[in-house]
């Protein structure tokens, strides 16, 4: 199914910010635990699929990989291409598409997408195209987050402002199940799962609030798109969510995570 309009507007939305500051802030430990996993990298050809401003791909080059990096959002390409030039990395940026990946079938020895892959609204597709590019015997690396816990929490918060997706989009969510990855992925590769938690400590739910409307793009034009009485709805709901999780003098959210290993057969 083509979702062409849609994957237009969600890469002008998470272009719209400066995710690389939600990305150092809260992706870190993340990033951290999938490179860690798919060591050694030392001469690995690396692509990672959906990479926003370059968290893994950075991890990766530095551990000696060959890295191409790909994202439909062109203003997080350009910043990941800074930050690579800035740290002396030698990292190859593309724009593209999860679901149409423009390199060889079987050109790369690693795959990874964290938090990211899981966004193409065509999910056999998305799949579909980690199991392509990836030459038998290579490595997949994922991250997606857990179907329940604190990100499914806060997206399903979301979800009450905004309106209902077009028919036939799949669910992020439905990435964060080992049975429905078996279905995508299990004929492509050998599979193994481990779930992680990365809870987000913050002083204040203030502080979450800025940092989320400025810098996380969903949610920058998920505000910007409302108005009036919604809008201040929307604010309340919001702090209140990032209020629920206080634990003493600090905001702790957990937020739970499925990690995948595949093997390609
Ligand atoms: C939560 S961010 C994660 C970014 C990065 N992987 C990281 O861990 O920092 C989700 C990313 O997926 C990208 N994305 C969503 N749908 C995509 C698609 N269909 N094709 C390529 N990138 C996509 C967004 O532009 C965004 O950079």
Redesign the pocket.
């Known amino acids: 199914m083509a979702f062409e309009e849609l994957?237009r507007k969600?890469?002008a939305m998470?272009?719209s910010a400066p995710?690389e500051r939600?990305?150092d802030r809260l992706?870190g430990d993340?990033?951290d635990d999938l490179v860690s996993r798919l060591v050694p990298l030392e001469g690995a050809v690396l692509a990672?699929?959906?990479?926003?401003?370059?968290?893994?791909a950075e991890r990766a080059a530095a551990r000696g990989a060959r890295v191409t990096g790909?994202?439909?959002?062109p203003a997080?390409i350009e910043t990941a291409r800074g930050r690579a030039a800035e740290r002396g990395l030698d990292i190859e940026y593309d724009v593209?598409?999860?679901?149409a990946l423009p390199y060889e079938d079987g050109s790369f020895d690693v795959v990874t997408?964290?938090?990211?892959?899981m966004?193409?609204?065509d999910q056999p597709r998305?799949a579909a195209e980690l199991a392509r590019i990836c030459k038998p015997g290579g490595r997949l690396g994922l991250?997606c987050w857990a179907q329940e816990g604190g990100v499914a929490d806060m997206f399903r918060m979301l979800a009450e402002f905004q309106p209902p997706p077009p028919e036939g989009v799949g669910s992020p969510l439905a990435w964060g199940a080992r049975d429905y990855q078996q279905q995508l992925l299990g004929d492509a590769f050998e599979l193994e799962f481990e779930e992680g938690n990365s809870p987000d400590e913050q002083e204040s739910s203030e502080e979450m609030w800025t940092l989320m409307t400025t810098s996380f793009?969903p949610m920058k034009t998920l505000y910007a798109s409302l108005e009036g009485e919604r809008r201040d709805q929307f604010r309340s709901r919001v702090l209140e969510f990032f209020e629920s999780h206080r634990d003493g003098d600090t905001i702790r959210q957990p937020r739970e995570y499925l990690l995948t290993i595949g093997t390609r057969r």
């Open positions: 994957k969600q890469s998470w272009g995710f939600v990305a992706l993340i990033h990672d699929v959906a990479c926003g401003t370059g968290g893994i790909c994202d439909f959002a997080l593209a598409d999860a679901e997408s964290a938090v990211g892959h966004f193409a609204p998305a991250v793009g």
